[in-house]
């Protein structure tokens, strides 16, 4: 039997790996990939991990120092779900910055692992909501956040259920367009944070920002996720990107707000993205 202290060490390294993978000052960061177990989240091993997004490798044995890597772990392997790669969401809670007191919407919670960092990350104060459309995870989940009485979780499809008003849509699934529903959730300085797939070839995380004149949209890193039910669909898609568009684009709009102009990258129905910064909120004049 491995010993307490030899697995404690491995989780401080994985933890320091996360944490340069975050490229976040913020030593939280560090500490919640060493505290919040990885294996409380996963099922029994041993455990299957996948290798270059095809194939599955079993672990040797269910010892949990073999999931303290920067690997995707599979949750439901017929189904293609799992447990993301550390170092892109490393990276995600890095640009997404979360304070104490914050309210975090979590789509595709999983089992919850990625939702119990993010719990702790709002305290004191802070809540995260989570949602999962499959029912199987969704009760895994809820039984492994049961220590983290800040987080809850909800059965259902996030692009047809009401979204609470919140500082972080936290997305796991690919999105080809956002739902409005979405966007009108976030308060001003909120974020959004989810993998772009508007076209086959494109997958891209973008992080968007509510202004005071619009949304900004800042893309990432490449970021392949399964389908996200109810916001992967092209139809309706009257300009699809390919991957340049897609690396220009800086803003996005919901339609009823503005009609698509010549700065467009992608437009839908109800959202359009633009290749044009944000423009810039004029400064009151003062009269003395």
């Known amino acids: 039997m491995r010993k307490g202290r030899d697995l404690d060490e491995v989780r401080a390294f994985y933890a320091s790996l996360m944490f340069a993978a975050s490229n976040s000052s913020d030593p939280r960061l560090e500490r919640v990939f060493e505290l919040v177990p990885r294996e409380a989240f996963m099922p029994p091993g041993p455990w299957k991990i996948m290798v270059n997004h095809r194939h599955y490798v079993q672990t040797p044995s269910a010892d949990p120092i073999y999931l303290y890597q920067n690997a995707l772990v599979a949750l439901d392997a017929d189904k293609g779900i799992n447990n993301g790669e550390p170092y892109l969401h490393a990276a995600w809670l890095g640009a997404v910055a979360l304070q104490p007191g914050e309210t975090v919407c979590h789509i595709g919670t999983g089992t919850g692992y990625y939702t119990a960092m993010m719990s702790v990350l709002v305290l004191p104060g802070g809540k995260v909501e989570a949602f999962e459309l499959e029912p199987d995870l969704a009760r895994q989940a809820r039984q492994n956040l049961e220590p983290f009485e800040n987080a809850s979780v909800i059965v259902g499809d996030a692009t047809v259920l009401p979204i609470p008003q919140c500082d972080l849509i936290y997305v796991n699934a690919g999105v080809a367009c956002p739902p409005p529903s979405w966007l009108q959730a976030l308060r001003p300085d909120g974020r ?27 893309p990432l890193m490449p970021s392949w996720f399964i389908p996200c039910v109810g916001a992967s669909s092209t139809e309706g898609c009257t300009k699809v990107p390919g991957k340049r568009e897609a690396a220009r684009t800086r803003s996005l709009w919901l339609t009823a ?16 993205f633009s290749s044009a910064e944000l423009p810039v909120k004029p400064t009151e004049s003062r009269v003395t």
């Not at 508007?198 to 949304?215: I, K, N, Q, S, Y």
């Not at 503005?258 to 359009?272: F, G, L, Q």
């Open 257 to 272: 707000d503005k009609a698509p102009d010549e700065t467009a990258t992608a437009i839908y129905r109800d959202v359009w």
């Open 192 to 218: 959004m944070i989810f993998p772009w797939r508007p076209a086959d070839e494109v997958g891209v995380a973008l992080l968007v920002r509510r202004a005071a004149t619009g949304f900004s949209v800042k």
